[in-house]
């Protein structure tokens, strides 16, 4: 998904674009994804999560490959958009069948194992893209990913065990869900953490390749090392079943505000322990939210993580490209205001849940 984050430099100069333009990379992406969710979670309901999941890893390849042969910025965000079609078969599936494959044999620390193959994948989509972008160009870095879901999809139908077909009436199941005012929280409050987390790593390349730092494509791409502090999210999930996804989400949220506060001197010491803290917390509070959409409703579980992750990946595409308008005018300074006032709008609204319960 974030293949060409940490390379947005890169694009800009290959294709002659602004940042917010060369951001569209990843907006592409999580646009499409968010559209496409209210069609694979549903369909999830109906033929099955692992049929799901192994249909939307084998049809990744081959955009993937596109991408890596994009002759012109237009054809790069087609193909970018193609991916994001696809996403959701895996990742508004792989909720549901964690949470009915996995959580009820070893509780909600489940979910935090699943989160931490998430970082995982987000660690190569970014540090090894960048690495191999230096030594071979971008264009066999971003295409050379499609060996991922290649071998996945072998993985997958290989390894997963089937689970019976949970729902009928997509329809109906979709329409419920979007009703639902637990779900719609959960999905609000995720979304404005990814918001911000999608505006921040897009960007602070930028800063790190402008004085007084000064860095490269490679080393600056080492920021994304914070990723690995992800690892956290198994030890998350313990506690989420003793203090429960409110509470996790609201500290997280406070100190990813600290988080982004800590970036605004001009040190990198104190961007990178405020972007640890940032990257933590994120986490963290994406693992108990992603439990809270499971325990937001007991039936329609495809239908219920569709809608949250159609408006959680739509923030996403509009933390990749707003930010980046910030970023033109008021540079550091301004995508870390936008993040700490999103983060104001989630808090306003964990704690409305608060109130109707």
């Given at each position: 998904?974030?293949?060409?984050?940490?390379?947005?430099?890169?694009?800009?100069?290959?294709?002659?674009?602004?940042?917010?333009?060369?951001?569209?990379?990843?907006?592409?992406?999580?646009?499409?994804?968010?559209?496409?969710?209210?069609?694979?979670?549903?369909?999830?309901?109906?033929?099955?999560?692992?049929?799901?999941?192994?249909?939307?890893?084998?049809?990744?390849?081959?955009?993937?490959?596109?991408?890596?042969?994009?002759?012109?910025?237009?054809?790069?965000?087609?193909?970018?958009?193609?991916?994001?079609?696809?996403?959701?078969?895996?990742?508004?599936?792989?909720?549901?069948?964690v949470t009915e494959a996995f959580v009820p044999r070893i509780g909600s620390r489940a979910m935090g194992y699943?989160?931490?193959?998430?970082?995982?994948?987000?660690?190569?989509?970014?540090?090894?893209?960048?690495?191999?972008?230096?030594?071979?160009?971008?264009?066999?870095?971003?295409?050379?990913?499609?060996?991922?879901?290649?071998?996945?999809?072998?993985?997958?139908?290989?390894?997963?065990?089937?689970?019976?077909?949970?729902?009928?009436?997509?329809?109906?199941?979709?329409?419920?869900?979007?009703?639902?005012?637990?779900?719609?929280?959960?999905?609000?409050?995720?979304?404005?953490?990814?918001?911000?987390?999608?505006?921040?790593?897009?960007?602070?390349?930028?800063?790190?390749?402008?004085?007084?730092?000064?860095?490269?494509?490679?080393?600056?791409?080492?920021?994304?090392?914070?990723?690995?502090?992800?690892?956290?999210?198994?030890?998350?999930?313990?506690?989420?079943?003793?203090?429960?996804?409110?509470?996790?989400?609201?500290?997280?949220?406070?100190?990813?505000?600290?988080?982004?506060?800590?970036?605004?001197?001009?040190?990198?010491?104190?961007?990178?322990?405020?972007?640890?803290?940032?990257?933590?917390?994120?986490?963290?509070?994406?693992?108990?939210?992603?439990?809270?959409?499971?325990?937001?409703?007991?039936?329609?579980?495809?239908?219920?993580?569709?809608?949250?992750?159609?408006?959680?990946?739509?923030?996403?595409?509009?933390?990749?490209?707003?930010?980046?308008?910030?970023?033109?005018?008021?540079?550091?300074?301004?995508?870390?205001?936008?993040?700490?006032?999103?983060?104001?709008?989630?808090?306003?609204?964990?704690?409305?849940?608060?109130?109707?319960?």
């Amino acid at each position: 998904m974030y293949s060409t984050q940490a390379i947005l430099p890169e694009l800009g100069r290959d294709f002659h674009v602004s940042p917010a333009e060369a951001g569209l990379t990843v907006s592409a992406v999580v646009v499409a994804l968010a559209l496409a969710a209210f069609v694979w979670g549903p369909l999830s309901d109906r033929i099955g999560r692992k049929r799901s999941l192994v249909l939307a890893s084998a049809l990744l390849v081959a955009p993937t490959v596109g991408a890596g042969l994009a002759p012109t910025f237009g054809t790069l965000l087609a193909c970018r958009a193609l991916q994001g079609l696809c996403m959701p078969g895996l990742l508004t599936v792989g909720v549901p069948y964690v949470t009915e494959a996995f959580v009820p044999r070893i509780g909600s620390r489940a979910m935090g194992y699943y989160v931490s193959a998430l970082v995982a994948g987000g660690l190569i989509g970014r540090i090894g893209v960048a690495l191999v972008t230096s030594v071979v160009g971008w264009r066999w870095a971003v295409g050379g990913l499609a060996i991922l879901p290649l071998v996945g999809a072998a993985v997958l139908q290989r390894t997963l065990p089937d689970l019976p077909s949970p729902a009928r009436g997509a329809g109906r199941s979709l329409r419920r869900q979007l009703t639902n005012p637990r779900v719609l929280r959960v999905a609000v409050v995720a979304s404005t953490f990814f918001f911000t987390f999608v505006g921040a790593f897009s960007y602070v390349t930028y800063r790190l390749e402008r004085p007084p730092f000064g860095y490269g494509t490679a080393v600056g791409s080492l920021i994304f090392v914070l990723w690995l502090l992800g690892a956290v999210t198994p030890l998350v999930g313990r506690l989420l079943d003793r203090v429960g996804w409110r509470r996790i989400v609201a500290v997280a949220l406070a100190t990813c505000a600290v988080g982004l506060l800590l970036t605004f001197p001009t040190s990198i010491v104190t961007i990178v322990i405020g972007l640890a803290a940032f990257t933590v917390a994120n986490f963290a509070g994406v693992t108990a939210a992603q439990v809270g959409i499971a325990e937001a409703t007991d039936v329609d579980r495809g239908a219920a993580t569709a809608v949250y992750y159609s408006l959680y990946y739509a923030s996403g595409g509009l933390g990749g490209y707003l930010p980046g308008l910030a970023w033109q005018t008021w540079h550091w300074n301004g995508i870390a205001l936008v993040g700490l006032a999103v983060l104001g709008v989630g808090a306003i609204v964990l704690s409305a849940g608060y109130d109707s319960g």
